[in-house]
T-cell receptor, first 114, second 114 residues
Framework: AQKVTQAQTEISVVEKEDVTLDCVYETRDTTYYLFWYKQPPSGELVFLIRRNSFDEQNEISGRYSWNFQKSTSSFNFTITASQVVDSAVYFCARAPSNTGKLIFGQGTTLQVKP | DSGVTQTPKHLITATGQRVTLRCSPRSGDLSVYWYQQSLDQGLQFLIQYYNGEERAKGNILERFSAQQFPDLHSELNLSSLELGDSALYFC?????????????FGSGTRLTVV
């Protein structure tokens, strides 16, 4: 199966630390999309980023940044100067370009302690 | 409010029963997706509809069925419920049936089977 792997099940950091969440995917597709979602304790899925497989530029949005490396099939997510409100489960997902189906990783639970 | 409405938010029912989960997509979106989030299986794609027609099928049990109506809302029917069906069921919608425009998720229906 062309799966998405988030090897870190749980990460615990102290506020203001930087933290990187790893995501590795398998695919035989030429074109695909990668996503990150945040699931806070309230349960909803919050969209963070979508990246096309042809666009390998890294992206920064405030304290969030993403490093996409096609050569290693990785799409890692870094939170700089973490805050307690960042505590959540984070999901990485992949979708082939020709279908709408999202394949999710198992998620990484991030706990940011004050 | 994401624009995707799921009802009910919570549902408690007994084993062997049948329930219907409802999803109204964001205005203008033609495609609807259903996902199941359980502790042991994680977030799993169930089924996708596009403008009333089934587009893709995932790991959906035979006891489960879905449809998308002419007004584009969708219903997921779960029958002969088992304890293991307890999960958070998400609906998502998108403009087209592909990932290039992203997805909007509803807040989910939490189903508890007792």
């Amino acid at each position: 199966a062309q799966k998405v792997t988030q090897a870190q099940t749980e990460i615990s950091v102290v506020e203001k630390e930087d933290v990187t969440l790893d995501c590795v995917y398998e695919t035989r597709d030429t074109t695909y999309y990668l996503f990150w979602y945040k699931q806070p304790p309230s349960g909803e899925l919050v969209f963070l980023i979508r990246r096309n497989s042809f666009d390998e530029q890294n992206e920064i949005s405030g304290r969030y940044s993403w490093n996409f490396q096609k050569s290693t099939s990785s799409f890692n997510f870094t939170i700089t100067a973490s805050q307690v409100v960042d505590s959540a489960v984070y999901f990485c997902a992949r979708a082939p370009s020709n279908t709408g189906k999202l394949i999710f990783g198992q998620g990484t639970t991030l706990q940011v302690k004050p | 409010d994401s624009g995707v409405t799921q009802t009910p938010k919570h549902l408690i029912t007994a084993t062997g029963q049948r329930v219907t989960l409802r999803c109204s997509p964001r205005s203008g979106d033609l495609s609807v997706y259903w996902y199941q989030q359980s502790l042991d299986q994680g977030l799993q794609f169930l089924i996708q509809y596009y403008n009333g027609e089934e587009r893709a099928k995932g790991n959906i049990l035979e006891r489960f069925s879905a449809q998308q109506f002419p007004d584009l809302h969708s219903e997921l029917n779960l029958s002969s419920l088992e304890l293991g069906d307890s999960a958070l069921y998400f609906c998502a919608s998108s403009v087209a049936g592909r990932p290039n425009y992203g997805y909007t998720f509803g807040s989910g229906t939490r189903l508890t089977v007792v």
